[in-house]
Nanobody, 128 residues
Framework: QVQLVESGGGLVQAGGSLRLSCAAS????????MGWFRQAPGKEREFVAA????????YSAGSVKGRFTISRDNAKNTVYLQMNSLKPEDTAVYYC?????????????????????WGQGTQVTVSS
């Protein structure tokens, strides 16, 4: 019902910046939240940042606070991840995800199993 496509990944020097985009398509797009996750080789998928779609409130992992900013453009059905002051340890495949059916008060925004749709991912490589 919903398809997500990430873009904007690439190779960047440490200290540089990238902006990732995730465009959603479907008959309707009214998620509860959108999130960004990342996965490095040999590591578990980890939470990066999320945004509540309607009100725009955000939540970010401690490892990226002050460096990464999530935002959305409702008219374009697009969520962004602005990444500044990139470090080699940020190297990973970055995935966007949409949560569409969980309105529980216990929804953390930060667990991969809470999300219903996933994009294919975009590679981010940060060189030292």
């Amino acid at each position: 019902q919903v398809q997500l496509v990430e873009s904007g990944g690439g190779l960047v020097q440490a200290g540089g910046s990238l902006r990732l985009s995730c465009a959603a398509s479907g008959r309707t797009f009214s998620p509860n939240a959108m999130g960004w996750f990342r996965q490095a080789p040999g590591k578990e998928r980890e939470f990066v940042a999320a945004i509540r779609w309607t009100v725009g409130s955000t939540y970010s992992a401690g490892s990226v606070k002050g460096r990464f900013t999530i935002s959305r453009d409702n008219a374009k059905n697009t969520v962004y991840l602005q990444m500044n002051s990139l470090k080699p340890e940020d190297t990973a495949v970055y995935y966007c995800a949409a949560e569409v059916d969980d309105i529980s008060s216990r929804f953390t925004l930060s667990k991969s199993y809470e999300y219903d749709y996933w994009g294919q991912g975009t590679q981010v490589t940060v060189s030292s």
